[in-house]
């Protein structure tokens, strides 16, 4: 069964950082391509970043590119978006994406308030 | 433009077909993916490729493509199908694009 565990979010201040994790089981993580989408309260969906299978093709969305930096380390089975220079507009909940996205996991909020 | 564009709200009574709608020029040259969300759970992706349907989702949900528009048709639409539907696709240079997502109210 295909599971992916996302974990780290919380409350952080503005101008804080974050390291997202989403630990992947199931399936053979390295043959796939990875995605981050996240949803702000009352919001719809967002897409924020993609990486490779391999991990050294990287993919951003406007509103993070130069902030977020999506990684992965497939010894570990493990997808990683590091967020930096939090704003509010970050507020949301954060989904792990197996692609091509037949597998979601259950988010994890990330919370950005003085 | 990179936007995908979805009517806010459609309703539809039980039985009846529904049928949401997404524009946007990227459809012209890439597939696009729906998806499902009900509240309080992650989306479900419920066709790809234009028209292919994943494992497991119901035959009542098609996928169809002309041009710059994918069209989500929900035949006989249940009271369970009620949900918010995201289009989505992907750039030239692989960039995700979501819809701003349909709200089908069935009742």
């Known amino acids: 069964e295909v599971q992916l565990v996302e974990s780290g979010g919380g409350l952080v201040q503005p101008g804080g950082s974050l390291r997202l994790s989403c630990a992947a089981s199931?399936?053979?993580?390295?043959?796939?391509?990875m995605s981050w989408v996240r949803q702000a309260p009352g919001k719809g969906l967002e897409w924020v970043s993609a990486i490779s299978d391999s991990g050294t093709i990287t993919y951003y969305g406007d509103s993070v590119k130069g902030r977020f930096t999506i990684s992965r380390d497939n010894s570990k089975s493990t997808l990683y978006l590091q967020v930096n220079s939090l704003s509010a507009e970050d507020t949301a909940v954060y989904y792990c994406?197996?692609?091509?996205?037949?597998?979601w996991g259950q988010g994890t909020l990330v919370t950005v308030s003085s | 433009s990179y936007e995908l564009t979805q009517p806010s709200s459609v309703s539809v009574s039980p039985g009846q077909t529904a049928r949401i709608i997404c524009s946007g020029d990227v459809l012209a040259k890439k597939y696009a993916r729906w998806f499902q969300q009900k509240p309080g759970q992650a989306p479900v992706l419920v066709n790809y490729?234009?028209?292919e349907r994943p494992s497991g989702i119901p035959e009542r949900f098609s996928g169809s493509s002309s041009g710059t528009t994918v069209t989500l048709t929900i035949s006989g639409a249940q009271v369970e199908d009620e949900a918010d539907y995201y289009c989505?696709?992907?750039?030239?240079?692989?960039?995700?694009?979501f819809g701003g997502g349909t709200k089908l109210t069935v009742l």
């Open positions: 199931g399936f053979t993580f390295s043959n796939f391509a």
């Open positions: 490729k234009d028209s």
């Open positions: 994406v197996k692609e091509p996205a037949d597998y």
């Open positions: 989505y696709s992907a750039t030239d240079n692989n960039l995700g694009v």
